[in-house]
């Protein structure tokens, strides 16, 4: 069993940055892959990024390429988004997923991942 616990959201406005974590509980979180996912007032949820379990290979949502960056720390079983250039589009809630994978792969199909946290807010105006 795997819990992920969000932070970092908050009310910013378009151009800033903000910096998202998930912290994981367990002690075989270097064994997850990890996503994160978004879902804004209406719309399905999506896919934002992925890193495989190693840190080594990442993956990302068109939209978010060159402005979200994925990350990891398996020693402090943390998660992070770092999303610069924040864009009123980018307004959702962010939740992170876990999904234990035995090839160094980065994730990025919900119905995949077997754990989910409960999100955090990120809120862009224009």
């Known amino acids: 069993q795997v819990q992920l616990v969000e932070s970092g959201g908050g009310l910013v406005q378009a151009g800033d940055s903000l910096k998202l974590s998930c912290a994981a509980s367990?002690?075989?979180?270097?064994?997850?892959?990890m996503a994160w996912f978004r879902q804004a007032p209406g719309k399905e949820r999506e896919f934002v990024a992925g890193i495989s379990w190693s840190g080594s290979s990442t993956y990302y949502k068109d939209s978010v390429k060159g402005r979200f960056t994925i990350s990891r720390d398996n020693a402090k079983n943390t998660v992070y988004l770092q999303m610069n250039s924040l864009k009123p589009e980018d307004t959702a809630v962010y939740y992170c997923?876990?999904?234990?994978?035995?090839?160094?792969?980065?994730?990025?199909?919900?119905?995949?991942?077997?754990?989910w946290g409960k999100g955090t807010l990120v809120t862009v105006s224009s």
């Open positions: 997923a876990a999904v234990r994978i035995v090839s160094d792969v980065a994730p990025r199909a919900s119905y995949a991942m077997d754990y």
């Open positions: 367990g002690r075989t979180f270097g064994s997850y892959a």
